[in-house]
């Protein structure tokens, strides 16, 4: 009996983090499936060059998600946790970030022309060669 502890604990932490990363992936999955991901999981996602747009992640978790080089034009990031995303060279014409967390967020190379960041917290997000024509805070 008590040799049977060790084992059945380590089968019960193998299916918790099997568990969880298939969370993640169906977050994924159902958001290329849908274009919606509202307040998913959707941390540490690959959708590098993803085509997503009016995609609607409002609430969602994209904590240092890559998205970059994808198509979110007109994508719906309301009260999203962005922080430490990567969003280098994306085009984000007409994205909504309102009320988003985008601490240390790179929108390096981006187009954020027309975007919206109304209440968004911005701390130490990078903004090299970005266009901003039309931005809205």
Request: net charge neutral; proline share 1%; charged share 25%.
């Amino acid at each position: 009996m008590y040799k049977l502890k060790p084992v059945i604990s380590s089968l019960i932490i193998s299916l918790i983090t099997f568990g969880s990363a298939n969370a993640g992936e169906d977050a994924e999955t159902r958001l290329l499936e849908t274009n919606k991901c509202v307040e998913c999981d959707l941390n540490n996602a690959e959708l590098e060059g993803a085509q997503l747009r009016r995609a609607d992640f409002s609430g969602a978790y994209l904590y240092r998600a890559n998205l970059e080089y994808a198509d979110l034009r007109g994508a719906n990031f309301t009260g999203a946790d962005l922080s430490n995303a990567r969003l280098r060279g994306a085009d984000l014409r007409n994205a909504i970030f309102n009320g988003a967390m985008l601490k240390y967020t790179n929108f390096g190379d981006a187009d954020l022309s027309g975007a919206s960041f109304v209440e968004a917290k911005l701390r130490g997000a990078r903004f090299a060669n970005t266009k901003v024509d039309g931005i809205q805070f």
